[in-house]
């Protein structure tokens, strides 16, 4: 019963921590959640492929394990692919700050700021608690379209 509950403890532990290591990985790509549910979609379908496969040939597999290391692995492709093969060709964009806040996550505090650039508001995570601005701040960054067609936004260094 306790192995259980340990198992169980783990499995939501696994589960927490992918959706923090895909927000990650996309909290700079404008994209509406498309390409952070995409690469836990294949993942899953991918887990799930495989145990079908596995219980045909009747071998052991663990499913938890197998759905975490292939969603880790699709989302860590589908970046790569969006970023890596991302287009040359950047435009450099006015940023303001209309809020900023903190998430807890497990203990962990998150540092985010609301931008918009007068069409679309998205929030953003890429500051430290120190440099992180105010409300009403203009900011610089650059836009490039990434593989998938989203927009990457980068902040420049405001030092």
């Not at 509406?32 to 899953?44: C, D, F, K, P």
């Not at 940023?95 to 700021?113: C, D, H, M, P, T």
């Amino acid at each position: 019963m306790t192995r259980r509950i340990l198992i169980s403890i783990i499995v939501v532990g696994w589960i927490v921590a992918s959706i923090q290591l895909i927000r990650t990985v996309f909290s700079t790509t404008l994209d509406h959640g498309v390409l952070s549910i995409a690469s836990i979609t294949l993942g899953l379908l991918l887990a799930t492929g495989l145990k079908v496969v596995f219980s045909k040939r009747k071998v052991a597999f663990n499913w938890p394990i197998a759905a975490f290391v292939l969603v880790f692995l699709s989302t860590t492709g589908i970046a790569l692919l969006n970023y890596q093969l991302a287009s040359s060709h950047d435009q450099k964009k006015d940023f303001i700050v209309k809020g900023s806040g903190e998430r807890a996550i497990r203990y962990n505090l998150i540092e985010y700021v609301v931008l918009t650039d007068g069409n679309v508001s998205f929030t953003f995570t890429g500051f430290d608690k120190e440099s992180k601005p105010r409300a009403g701040d203009a900011l610089k960054g650059v836009v490039r379209k990434g593989f998938f067609g989203f927009d990457i936004v980068e902040i420049e260094d405001q030092s």
